[in-house]
Structures are given as structure tokens and as C-alpha cells.
């Protein structure tokens, strides 16, 4: 069983944080990993800047970061692997679905896959659509096309 893990840098969840768990649960299936211990922050851009400045020498907001730990450990006697941490900033989340002409729904989608898709050891070069990660993110995005996080509600399910 995986096992999600969602903080927010400002101290309280947004609404849809279930709907966040549930689809990386999901992603996790498609990808079929099992016993993942993940954790998701997320963040604004001046806090997201300062982890870009300091790990990768950027000094600018991006929308989403991987810290990849990759550990395994035994827990009640059995073994879960700890693949790190995404941070993902919810301002230029919304900045790049304007750019991108897309809903924030889909960006937020494609930042979760694409953060999990580095912690499973994937790697781009460039943001070219021939490349083999992103190639894989935007299927997974098209499977679950019908998954929907910004647009859960209190009173559904």
C-alpha cells in the first residue's frame, strides 16, 4: 500500500487535498509501484525560489521540485521505499496554466506526474516533446484524463 504524505508551506491544506492524494495514488497504480512513502509541499513562489537558489543554483521561481532520497526501509516488517519530496508552487502552477492555455486542474495533474516521475528515477534534458519522460508524463495525463483535483468539493466523495 503507498501512502501519500501533503503539506502546505503556509500551514493549512488546501480543500482538495484528498483529491491530490487520490490521483497520485492513482499515478502510483499506472506506474505499478507499491509500498511508496511520498510527500508533497506545497508552496508559494518566494519559497519555492529559495530552494531553487540553494539546491540548483537558480535564482527564480519554478513550478515544481524534486528531492530525490531513494531509501528503502523495514516497517512492521515490511519494506517501503522513501523516493523524496515534490514541492510544487501553486503561483506559477496558475502562471503556466494561463501560458499554457490550459486548467489549472491539468497543470496541477501534470506537476504531480511529472515530480513522480523523477522520484522513479526519470530524467529530461530538455522540455522537448521528443523526450522520453515527458513523452510518458503526457500519457499518464491522457489515461487519467477523466481524475479531476481543483474541482472536488466538501460534499463529494
Given amino acids: 500500500m503507498n501512502r501519500i504524505e501533503v503539506q502546505a508551506e503556509a500551514g493549512t491544506l488546501p480543500l482538495w487535498t484528498g ?76 502562471e503556466n496554466a494561463r501560458y499554457f492555455k490550459v486548467s489549472e486542474d491539468e497543470e496541477l495533474r501534470r506537476l504531480l506526474i511529472h515530480g513522480m516521475l523523477h522520484l ?12 522520453p519522460m515527458l513523452q510518458l508524463q503526457e500519457r499518464l495525463l491522457a489515461a487519467l484524463g477523466e481524475e479531476r483535483i481543483l474541482s472536488w468539493s466538501p460534499g463529494l466523495p
Fill in 120 to 131: 522513479d528515477g526519470w530524467d529530461h534534458v530538455t522540455n522537448g516533446e521528443h523526450e
Fill in 19 to 94: 483529491a491530490a492524494k487520490r490521483f497520485m495514488l492513482t499515478v502510483l497504480d499506472h506506474l505499478q509501484r507499491d509500498n511508496w512513502d511520498l510527500s508533497v509541499l506545497f508552496c508559494g513562489d518566494a519559497y519555492i525560489r529559495s530552494l531553487n537558489a540553494r539546491f540548483r543554483q537558480q535564482d527564480e521561481a519554478t513550478d515544481v521540485l524534486s528531492f530525490a532520497l531513494g531509501e528503502t526501509i523495514a516497517e512492521a516488517g515490511e519494506r517501503r521505499y522513501l523516493p523524496g519530496d515534490i514541492i510544487i508552487s501553486l503561483e506559477t502552477l496558475a
